[in-house]
């Protein structure tokens, strides 16, 4: 599986972004499709996942309320709707794919190039 983040970009605070996420390749084998965002000198930590079949959707409370994770499974695509952005949100954002089980429980075998969201203040 091959994964390919988009849209980034720089935004002020209070403003809105979506961010994109082609999938291609054994797209079957996907359980769990998750964003995962590291901020300058912190841990790569998951933003939001969802189920790639089905339904299920999983936010981290710093998220919760203003993000929502969407997918298309006829185009292999997942997004990251986020708005009220803050200079906390700053971060290379990167989707990542599981082939057993999805939120936090998974765990991603496959990774984006991640793309870099810059939020001024």
């Known amino acids: 599986v091959q994964l390919q983040a988009s849209g980034g970009g720089l935004v002020q605070a209070g403003d809105s972004l979506r961010l994109s996420c082609a999938a291609s390749?054994?797209?079957?084998?996907?359980?769990?499709m998750a964003w995962f965002r590291q901020a300058p000198g912190r841990e790569r930590v998951i933003v939001a996942g969802?189920?790639?079949?089905?339904?299920?959707?999983y936010y981290a409370d710093s998220v919760k309320g203003r993000f929502t994770i969407s997918r298309d499974n006829a185009k292999d695509m997942m997004y990251l709707e986020m708005n009220s952005l803050t200079a906390e949100d700053t971060a290379v954002y990167y989707c990542?794919?599981?082939?057993?089980?999805?939120?936090?429980?998974?765990?991603?075998?496959?990774w984006g190039s991640g793309t870099l969201v810059t939020v001024s203040s």
């Open positions: 390749g054994r797209i079957f084998s996907i359980d769990g």
């Open positions: 990542a794919a599981s082939r057993s089980d999805w939120g936090t429980r998974a765990r991603y075998n496959y």
């Open positions: 969802i189920k790639w079949k089905g339904r299920g959707t």
